[in-house]
């Protein structure tokens, strides 16, 4: 089967949709099944991470239907996944108009309407009853912490994984934060976070970011000379820096599925509009999140989440 895979990544965008994109892609490649990817070449894109993984990229040049549907006819797509903001109901239902055959797969994180055959929203927050009417009725709907798209490094991560020693900063182990704000930091939160968690003693920063954060010089520079903090750019052990931290902050995201899979305490603030489903049932579910940036907010829900930093601030 040829699978076409129609997805960005800038620094506007994030990365988070070709990440994802890459774990689904995986799976459908271990059982044979032949990969390509429709991108754009945008500003701070991660691309790469495409040809790493060994698969065919195609750059289109705009998103139009006609380029999108000369791609499918030209490599005889028998599924497309869209994983996709700008790729709507009219657009699908055209697209599975002019090819009778395909099956459509659609990524959706905001409960709109779509033209598919099966739409997937991976969130730990997806509500299938939401979908009622906004999918036709043939379609296969899957929501929920039971399809989260998770690389097998987080599930060899989590059975290495041993019980946290809640009195790790008694025993002069540096209590470590695990902090994530998308790969390209669209909101630019990391300094002032790290300015925050810089008044804390015995703590070490493990900080994930990628070469699609367009302020990632400054970053660099406010991390130099700073031991405290690890800056790990384009990593490929995301895991494994989960599994080793006590507590983590990041974006009601993918991420956010990530640590809630891994166990660790977080607090998660909302940056973009389409983390509000994950953020209303965070919220719901009383775990830590705030609306957006707030210092006080911040230091308050670190001492009241973290119990080893609460006699060091």
Same mark, same amino acid.
């Given at each position: 089967? $040829?699978?076409?895979?129609? &997805? +960005?990544?800038?620094?506007?965008?994030?990365?988070? *949709?070709?990440?994802?994109?890459?774990?689904?892609?995986?799976?459908?490649?271990?059982?044979? =099944?032949?990969?390509?990817?429709?991108?754009?070449?945008?500003?701070?894109?991660?691309? =790469?991470?495409?040809?790493? &993984?060994?698969?065919?990229?195609?750059?289109?040049?705009?998103?139009?239907?006609? %380029?999108?549907?000369?791609?499918?006819?030209?490599?005889?797509?028998?599924?497309?996944?869209?994983? =996709?903001? +700008?790729?709507?109901?009219?657009? %699908?239902?055209?697209?599975?108009?002019? !090819?009778?055959?395909?099956?459509?797969?659609?990524?959706?994180?905001?409960?709109?309407? =779509?033209?598919?055959?099966?739409?997937?929203? *991976?969130?730990?927050?997806?509500?299938?009853?939401?979908?009622?009417?906004?999918?036709?009725? *043939?379609?296969?709907?899957?929501?929920?912490?039971?399809?989260?798209?998770?690389?097998?490094?987080?599930?060899?991560?989590?059975? @290495?994984?041993?019980? @946290?020693?809640?009195?790790?900063?008694?025993? *002069?182990?540096?209590?470590?934060?695990?902090? &994530?704000?998308?790969?390209?930091?669209?909101?630019?939160?990391?300094? @002032?976070?790290?300015?925050?968690?810089?008044?804390?003693? !015995?703590?070490?920063? #493990?900080?994930?970011?990628?070469? &699609?954060?367009?302020?990632?010089?400054?970053?660099? $520079?406010?991390?130099?000379?700073?031991?405290?903090?690890?800056?790990?750019? !384009?990593?490929?052990?995301?895991?494994?820096?989960?599994?080793?931290?006590?507590?983590?902050?990041?974006?009601?995201?993918?991420?956010? #599925?990530?640590?809630?899979?891994?166990?660790?305490?977080?607090?998660?603030?909302?940056?973009?509009?389409?983390?509000?489903?994950?953020?209303?049932?965070?919220?719901?579910?009383?775990?830590?999140?705030?609306?957006?940036? +707030?210092?006080?907010?911040?230091?308050?829900?670190?001492?009241?989440?973290? $119990?080893?930093?609460? %006699?060091?601030?």
């Amino acid at each position: 089967m $040829n699978i076409l895979f129609r &997805a +960005d990544s800038s620094s506007t965008i994030g990365t988070g *949709h070709i990440m994802r994109d890459l774990v689904l892609s995986k799976k459908y490649a271990k059982k044979g =099944h032949n990969i390509i990817f429709a991108t754009q070449n945008l500003d701070g894109n991660i691309n =790469h991470k495409i040809e790493e &993984a060994g698969y065919k990229i195609e750059i289109l040049k705009s998103d139009t239907i006609k %380029e999108l549907d000369k791609l499918i006819k030209k490599f005889k797509i028998d599924k497309l996944v869209i994983d =996709h903001y +700008d790729i709507d109901y009219t657009i %699908e239902k055209q697209l599975s108009i002019l !090819n009778s055959k395909i099956s459509i797969m659609v990524f959706d994180d905001t409960y709109l309407k =779509h033209y598919c055959d099966v739409v997937l929203n *991976h969130n730990i927050s997806g509500d299938k009853k939401k979908y009622k009417g906004l999918v036709p009725k *043939h379609c296969k709907v899957k929501c929920g912490a039971k399809y989260t798209l998770l690389r097998e490094e987080f599930y060899k991560e989590k059975k @290495k994984l041993k019980k @946290k020693n809640i009195l790790s900063t008694i025993n *002069h182990q540096p209590f470590t934060i695990f902090i &994530a704000m998308g790969g390209a930091d669209t909101a630019n939160l990391n300094i @002032k976070i790290l300015k925050i968690l810089k008044k804390y003693k !015995n703590i070490k920063v #493990n900080l994930v970011t990628t070469l &699609a954060n367009k302020n990632l010089e400054k970053l660099k $520079n406010y991390c130099k000379n700073r031991s405290w903090i690890n800056l790990d750019i !384009n990593s490929n052990k995301i895991a494994k820096l989960m599994a080793k931290s006590d507590f983590a902050i990041v974006t009601p995201s993918v991420t956010v #599925n990530e640590v809630y899979f891994m166990e660790v305490p977080f607090i998660a603030i909302k940056t973009a509009e389409n983390q509000n489903d994950v953020y209303e049932y965070l919220k719901k579910k009383k775990y830590a999140v705030l609306a957006e940036f +707030d210092e006080k907010k911040i230091i308050k829900m670190i001492k009241k989440n973290s $119990n080893c930093l609460m %006699e060091l601030y």
